[in-house]
């Protein structure tokens, strides 16, 4: 799930992760891609140009972080300490964007995944 209104942000971010098993969906409003990242699903990442919000969307992302508490949080840009631990950020990329810095999180999170789908699959057949 990404949240990036700047199309040059958004190819960056379809080049990163076109390899991996993974399909960047790109919302279309902040309201939409917290909806998403709220959804049952196992491993939801959320992809946030945060240099490109809005102070009303900088306000909305606060309250909606605290609704939906679940989820990777990955930011681009700078994000102030303290505003970083209030909206949970689990990671940052500082611009220039361009490094395959996104393509090595989001890698090592669905491997992460099937390592948890593998020991979950495990425990229910050793329990039979």
Known sequence: MTY???????RWIAEEVKDLACVPYFAGSLREAFDA?????????LILDYEALSKEELVELRA???RVANGTFIVLGQV???VRAAIR???????????EAL?????????QRDTLKAIQA????SSR
């Open 4 to 10: 990036a209104p700047n199309e040059r942000v958004q």
């Open 37 to 45: 990242l709220g959804e049952e699903v196992l491993r939801r990442v």
């Open 64 to 66: 909606l972080r605290k």
């Open 80 to 82: 102030r300490e303290h």
């Open 89 to 99: 950020v689990t990671h940052v990329l500082a611009r220039p964007l361009g490094s």
């Open 103 to 111: 393509r090595v999180i989001v890698d090592e999170l669905d491997r």
């Open 122 to 125: 495990g425990a229910s057949s």
